[in-house]
């Protein structure tokens, strides 16, 4: 009763009580087939006035552990199933390895090296312009409703949002496990989102809209019991979390068939990062950049299915999400974006076309500050640049230590070339030196931020001095 009061929208009664049924009963989104679009279909997008955005951004979600990337277990049969009727882009690279970092240049298009928001007190300001800011001002109504507090309000991610939000938890503790590596793991489940979120379509199905949902559950290795399927290393957790998360993505998405929102609607699925397993020495993320947290997973489903779907091979960045939406809807390039539209590649890639000029040798940059979470201590800086096939990490305190890694005959970055291709090196060094160039376009905010905010952070598994 409490989450009915509480909610800023009408709760349908009947809705939880579905959720509950359909997510525990189901783990694959299949309906009737739906009109089949082209490449020319794609690209006329632009011409109509009645497109809703639904953006899911799911936490911690590395590209390979999902099958349509390749991975061999049944981790993830819904988005797989989006995928392969829509466009599904093959090497995609996020700009930090922690959450805040890395949406402040998803949400702006523009590299940490712009932003400025590298470090856990930094703040977007009121001057920064933001998607739903933009899709605000034409006429979309947006809401946001989120569980990770890096995106809360108080660091400017709810500019533009007519809603903005954490759902109450609201889970039956008995069948749902928490298997987070935070001793003080979040309440609550990602069911409490898909939840707000069908009573949201259930009320604005009439009115364009705007619509992100940031699930949390991947990151927390969190689970129903029907996703108890891989085993109980971390590992197997974290993919029996991934399951669960595209049963609610798979429950999602058959309400907005059910609500005739599907064919106007454009979907966006996407991460901030993803996780390493010891891959490289470490478990989790926001320590490094190698490609098992910084390859992430870009599907769009369109209001019309793909057959064959497009799968985009050439490099693009998490930079590159919000400028390609933003051309599919024919709204106006975002100021300030490095970010570049995708949409030309779709189409060519699409029609078999060559690869457009502005994608050809285009290098892509992420960065991490080291000691992010310890603000008494000077920055350092960490910098990683992909020029496929090359990955070069880059520490600028320590200019010896680069590390050099060609992804087509050594995609699990263990043979440091550096050495061996000074040629190479030089050449993505010289890249970084211009990267590094670039002046942040605003000045960001500094949060004062409460034991009580900080130890909310903490259960995130991070490490906050």
Do not use: C
């Not at 609550?188 to 379509?201: N, P, R």
């Amino acid at each position: 009763m409490r989450k009915l009061l509480d909610s800023p929208w009408l709760y349908f009664g009947r809705a939880a009580v579905l959720v509950v049924l359909a997510l525990a009963a189901q783990s694959r989104f299949e309906e009737p087939p739906r009109p089949v679009g082209t490449a020319d279909d794609i690209a006329k997008l632009r011409e109509r006035d009645d497109l809703n955005v639904l953006f899911i951004l799911i936490d911690t979600l590395r590209a390979d552990h999902m099958g349509s990337y390749g991975y061999e277990r049944d981790t993830s049969p819904n988005m797989d199933a989006i995928a392969e009727r829509g466009i599904r882009f093959e090497r995609n690279e996020a700009q930090s390895s922690w959450t805040k970092a890395s949406m402040a240049s998803l949400w702006t298009g523009m590299y940490p090296q712009k932003t400025g928001i590298l470090r856990y007190p930094d703040g977007i300001p009121d001057d920064a312009v933001m998607p739903a800011e933009i899709l605000r001002e034409h006429g979309f109504y947006t809401a946001g409703i989120f569980r990770n507090s890096w995106v809360s309000a108080n660091f400017g991610f709810q500019q533009g949002f007519d809603r903005y939000v954490k759902p109450l938890p609201n889970f039956d503790i008995e069948r749902f496990k928490n298997r987070s590596p935070s001793s003080n793991p979040l309440k609550g489940s990602d069911q409490d989102i898909t939840q707000s979120a069908v009573e949201f379509l259930q009320q604005y199905r009439d009115q364009r809209f705007f619509l992100y949902l940031h699930y949390m559950d991947a990151h927390q290795y969190a689970y129903d019991s029907e996703s108890d399927l891989f085993g109980t290393t971390f590992l197997d957790l974290y993919d029996n979390s991934i399951h669960w998360v595209d049963i609610n993505i798979g429950y999602l998405m058959k309400w907005l068939r059910g609500l005739e929102l599907d064919e106007k609607t454009l979907v966006v699925i996407a991460a901030d990062h993803g996780e390493a397993f010891f891959e490289h020495g470490t478990e989790g993320h926001a320590k490094g950049l190698y490609d098992e947290v910084q390859r992430t997973p870009w599907i769009i489903a369109l209001p019309f299915d793909l057959e064959p779907g497009v799968v985009v091979t050439t490099q693009v960045a998490n930079v590159d999400i919000w400028p390609t939406i933003f051309d599919i809807l024919g709204l106006d390039p975002m100021p300030h974006a490095q970010g570049i539209s995708t949409l030309p590649l779709i189409v060519a890639e699409a029609n078999g076309d060559p690869v457009p000029e502005a994608f050809v040798d285009r290098p892509v940059f992420s960065q991490l500050d080291r000691n992010w979470g310890k603000v008494d201590k000077e920055p350092n800086p960490f910098l990683a640049i992909v020029d496929t096939p090359f990955r070069l990490h880059h520490k600028p305190r320590f200019p010896n230590q680069d590390q050099l890694y060609d992804r087509s005959t050594d995609p699990g970055e263990q043979t440091n070339l550096a050495l061996e291709r000074p040629d190479v090196t030089a050449e993505l060094l010289e890249h970084l030196g211009e990267y590094q160039k670039a002046e942040t376009v605003w000045e960001k905010s500094t949060e004062e931020i409460s034991e009580l905010e900080l130890n909310q952070l903490r259960a995130l598994g991070y490490k906050i001095d």
